[in-house]
């Protein structure tokens, strides 16, 4: 399959310059190249996203896709990978869908290891309602509702999804396609609640493309398995200083997911129904 079968007629209307192009161009080719390699078959994808700029990606994937409410993608994400489990579900969320009114969500999903990829746009401002500040909007940041500057600090969404149990935890740049690319493609094949922070500059209510060409970097030699490793790497940038900002994978672990816990927990619901019937039996 080629990426451009992946294209619909639907006007693209994100501004000029914007980080979200990034993330489409970069996750078209790893869908039509998973298809090809026969490992995700197109017609098993299901696009799920939310409420703000980043929503509109799935009107340009001609894939199946479902919009949901703000905040609201990864529990949608999680119900349809529960009724379908051969489905590949992969959820975009921007910072305010996923960090603010979806934060309880997200922790859930980390906790539960539940085998659905989520992608978040984090610009670190609300875009589509032209610039209000979001949980990982740095101190001092000015918008329209802090006009004299953010007195709080921004959250480090790494290290929360790492403490909730997080079995894939990356981070991306919307000014790196190759990396993005690499980073969608394990994300996806990771069996289990994988995670990939994407910087993607908003270029329009708070441009960082110039502070993040001076800071970003690519993991090397890094074990994704080194759990403490992976932690003080988390902690290398706290969203807020002036640190060097590693990109890549993370942190990635193998561990049994909601879904495979949940036929668990059927069977034993089976069993104790057994037993009932049989002690019931002994009475009539
Ligand atoms: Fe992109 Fe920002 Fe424009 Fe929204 S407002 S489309 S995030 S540049």
Redesign the pocket.
């Known amino acids: 399959m080629n990426p451009k079968d992946l294209g619909t007629k639907a006007a693209n ?3 000029p ?4 192009f990034a993330i489409l161009n970069a996750i078209k080719p790893v869908i039509a190249e998973l298809d090809e390699e026969g490992l995700v078959p197109v017609e098993n994808v299901v696009l799920v996203s939310g409420i703000g ?2 929503a509109k990606i799935v009107d340009y994937v001609n894939a199946n896709s479902f919009y949901t409410i703000h905040g609201r993608t990864i529990p949608v994400a999680t119900g349809i990978k529960l009724a379908n489990p051969d489905l590949t579900v992969i959820c975009f969320a921007g910072d305010g869908d996923a960090y603010a009114e979806g934060l309880d969500h997200l922790i859930f999903a980390a906790k539960r290891n539940v085998d659905i990829t989520t992608i978040i ?1 984090d ?1 670190r ?1 609300y ?2 309602t ?1 610039g209000q500040y979001t949980p990982t909007s740095p101190s001092g940041f000015k918008g329209r509702s802090t006009p004299a500057g953010l007195e709080v600090p921004p959250i480090n969404p790494l290290e929360i999804v790492f403490a909730s149990g997080g079995t894939f935890i990356a981070r991306g740049y919307s000014h790196g396609i190759e990396l993005l690319k690499d980073v969608f493609r394990e994300a996806i094949l990771h069996r289990g609640f994988s995670f990939v922070d994407v910087l ?6 708070f441009n960082l493309y110039e502070y993040y060409n001076e800071r970003v970097y690519a993991l090397e030699e890094h074990d994704p398995q080194d759990a403490a490793r992976a932690e003080e790497k988390m902690r290398e940038w706290d969203y807020n200083s002036d640190g060097s900002i590693p990109l890549g994978i993370f942190y990635k672990k193998e561990d049994a997911t909601f879904g495979d816990n949940f036929v668990k927990y059927r069977s034993k619901i089976s069993d104790l129904e057994g037993a009932i019937k049989k002690t019931m039996e002994g009475y009539i």
């Open positions: 209307t994100w501004c310059g914007c980080g979200n700029c980043h746009h610009n401002v875009g589509l032209t993607q500059v908003c270029a329009t209510f």
